[in-house]
């Protein structure tokens, strides 16, 4: 069954209809004093992407086709980005990012070997994917008050070896492109742009991930807008973004925008069966391409209300600057909160854990940020890597800062009550 036949359509009107009641009936609750809850994250999806995912299920097309193609064209449309290659996680995106870069079929590329700088606050599968490649990443500390990676520590890094910077935009704030830009210029360095969790940020009026040679997105299901698990890699590079999609699925050239470029090198090979390169499996499906369609229109609402939330609770903990430092927006930046992160500055007459047990015990979710110092991970311990200086500003993060809920589901309410309980837990230091 492949299309939607008219005696089949009134029975998916039905379904649709269905589907849409019962989320009306099961809409999550609006915050409720006598139970507070706020959640590190809820759903941002409901009726409207079920039906489609429902939709694109009865077509039985369900693999890797033209409603990922049509999501990654749109995605591109939004922000002005040449070419996007959807993947399966913000982790695949990063691992095609690195696999592409070091190909024998990217110009300009990375070689084994050389050293990529990154940010100490990072995620795991930001710096994994470049170690499985060959890559050595070098950890530089941050700036305290943006949370971001400080170009000063960028350029005391810098080394023979260094060919590459793979900034995090973290929590959405955008890192400072102006330095960073003029660092990878200066030194002949190519721009990795992890904007995992900075959809929606821009710098200067730009979106992230159009500064760097490739930027990589996650919609995971608790990020900006979500496909359940899913991502996508954005170039300007056509050569590159072929290259990531050879390397998408299997290695095989039938997704690139110009097959024959391959294929007529290798008449004698079945053309639908050619293997170019070493490639992995990171497609996502026709499911989540669909529901992304839907979620994208949607985005630009869900990072006003984060916005509405991060500016009450910058006015709201400002109070407690003596001890309670909050994310800085990075100037000429536009951040798109991922969550709020809050820091207990040294010297604070309580401790990390306290602030975490107050807001726990008052059902306020909590989590610490990205992974920390990544240089403190086991995981990096046995492979090769290099870091810059002592990394105390992404170990104090790690040791004395956590998060909470800054999504489109807090609603007024429950944005007055963390500050309430803010109050509550403060009331014996102030
Ligand atoms: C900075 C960063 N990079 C990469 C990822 C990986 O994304 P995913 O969970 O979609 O694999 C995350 C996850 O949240 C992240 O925070």
Redesign the pocket.
Same mark, same amino acid.
């Given at each position: 069954m492949t299309q939607t036949s008219p005696e089949a359509a009134q029975p998916l009107q039905d379904i649709h209809e269905r589907v849409a009641a019962y989320f009306e009936a099961h809409a999550p609750a609006a915050f409720d004093p006598a139970n507070p809850k706020v959640r590190l994250h809820e759903p941002t999806f409901g009726a409207d992407e079920i039906n489609a995912v429902l939709d694109t299920m009865l077509t039985t097309w369900v693999t890797m086709g033209k409603r990922v193609i049509e999501f990654e064209k749109a995605y591109g449309r939004a922000f002005g980005f040449a070419h996007g290659v959807m993947n399966n +996680? *913000? +982790?695949?995106?990063?691992l095609l990012a690195a696999a592409a870069l070091t190909s024998p079929g990217a110009e300009d590329g990375l070689k084994a070997g050389d050293e990529v700088i990154v940010s100490a606050l +990072?995620?795991s #599968? #930001?710096v994994w994917p470049l170690v499985q490649h060959g890559l050595v990443p070098v950890i530089v500390d941050i700036d305290p008050a943006t949370l971001n990676i400080d170009p000063a520590e960028i350029e005391r890094a810098i080394g023979p070896k260094t060919r590459a910077v793979m900034p995090?935009h973290?929590y959405g704030n955008p890192c400072d492109m102006t330095a960073i830009g003029g660092i990878c210029e200066r030194h002949g360095l190519t721009l990795i742009e992890?904007c995992? &969790?900075a959809l929606g940020a821009e710098y200067g009026g730009k979106p992230v991930g159009r500064f760097g040679r490739i930027g #990589?997105f996650?919609?995971?299901f608790?990020?900006h807008m979500t496909t359940v &698990? *899913? *991502?996508i890699c954005v170039t300007d590079d056509g050569g590159l973004a072929d290259v990531m999609r050879i390397l998408r699925s299997h290695g095989w050239t039938r997704d690139t925008e110009d097959p024959a470029r391959f294929n007529d090198r290798h008449p004698d090979i079945d053309p639908r069966f050619l293997f170019v390169d070493l490639g992995y499996n990171l497609r996502p499906t026709e499911m989540q391409a669909a529901m992304g369609s839907v979620q994208l229109p949607k985005l630009a609402s869900f990072v006003a209300a984060r916005r509405e939330s991060a500016r009450f609770f910058t006015d709201a903990l400002a109070a407690y600057d003596p001890v309670l430092a909050v994310q800085r927006e990075t100037d000429g930046g536009s951040h798109s909160w991922f969550g709020f992160p809050v820091t207990v500055r040294d010297g604070a007459p309580f401790g990390v854990a306290e602030l975490r047990r107050h807001l726990e015990a008052a059902g306020i979710e909590t989590r610490p940020i990205?992974c920390g110092n990544i240089a403190k991970q086991p995981g990096l311990q046995s492979q090769p890597h290099r870091t810059q200086g002592d990394l105390r500003h992404a170990s104090h993060v790690m040791d004395h800062a956590i998060s909470f809920g800054c999504h489109q589901s807090v609603d007024a309410p429950a944005r007055r009550y963390v500050a309430e309980q803010f109050a509550a837990f403060m009331k014996p230091y102030v």
């Amino acid at each position: 069954m492949t299309q939607t036949s008219p005696e089949a359509a009134q029975p998916l009107q039905d379904i649709h209809e269905r589907v849409a009641a019962y989320f009306e009936a099961h809409a999550p609750a609006a915050f409720d004093p006598a139970n507070p809850k706020v959640r590190l994250h809820e759903p941002t999806f409901g009726a409207d992407e079920i039906n489609a995912v429902l939709d694109t299920m009865l077509t039985t097309w369900v693999t890797m086709g033209k409603r990922v193609i049509e999501f990654e064209k749109a995605y591109g449309r939004a922000f002005g980005f040449a070419h996007g290659v959807m993947n399966n +996680s *913000g +982790s695949s995106a990063n691992l095609l990012a690195a696999a592409a870069l070091t190909s024998p079929g990217a110009e300009d590329g990375l070689k084994a070997g050389d050293e990529v700088i990154v940010s100490a606050l +990072s995620w795991s #599968t #930001t710096v994994w994917p470049l170690v499985q490649h060959g890559l050595v990443p070098v950890i530089v500390d941050i700036d305290p008050a943006t949370l971001n990676i400080d170009p000063a520590e960028i350029e005391r890094a810098i080394g023979p070896k260094t060919r590459a910077v793979m900034p995090v935009h973290v929590y959405g704030n955008p890192c400072d492109m102006t330095a960073i830009g003029g660092i990878c210029e200066r030194h002949g360095l190519t721009l990795i742009e992890d904007c995992c &969790e900075a959809l929606g940020a821009e710098y200067g009026g730009k979106p992230v991930g159009r500064f760097g040679r490739i930027g #990589t997105f996650s919609f995971y299901f608790s990020h900006h807008m979500t496909t359940v &698990e *899913g *991502g996508i890699c954005v170039t300007d590079d056509g050569g590159l973004a072929d290259v990531m999609r050879i390397l998408r699925s299997h290695g095989w050239t039938r997704d690139t925008e110009d097959p024959a470029r391959f294929n007529d090198r290798h008449p004698d090979i079945d053309p639908r069966f050619l293997f170019v390169d070493l490639g992995y499996n990171l497609r996502p499906t026709e499911m989540q391409a669909a529901m992304g369609s839907v979620q994208l229109p949607k985005l630009a609402s869900f990072v006003a209300a984060r916005r509405e939330s991060a500016r009450f609770f910058t006015d709201a903990l400002a109070a407690y600057d003596p001890v309670l430092a909050v994310q800085r927006e990075t100037d000429g930046g536009s951040h798109s909160w991922f969550g709020f992160p809050v820091t207990v500055r040294d010297g604070a007459p309580f401790g990390v854990a306290e602030l975490r047990r107050h807001l726990e015990a008052a059902g306020i979710e909590t989590r610490p940020i990205i992974c920390g110092n990544i240089a403190k991970q086991p995981g990096l311990q046995s492979q090769p890597h290099r870091t810059q200086g002592d990394l105390r500003h992404a170990s104090h993060v790690m040791d004395h800062a956590i998060s909470f809920g800054c999504h489109q589901s807090v609603d007024a309410p429950a944005r007055r009550y963390v500050a309430e309980q803010f109050a509550a837990f403060m009331k014996p230091y102030v």
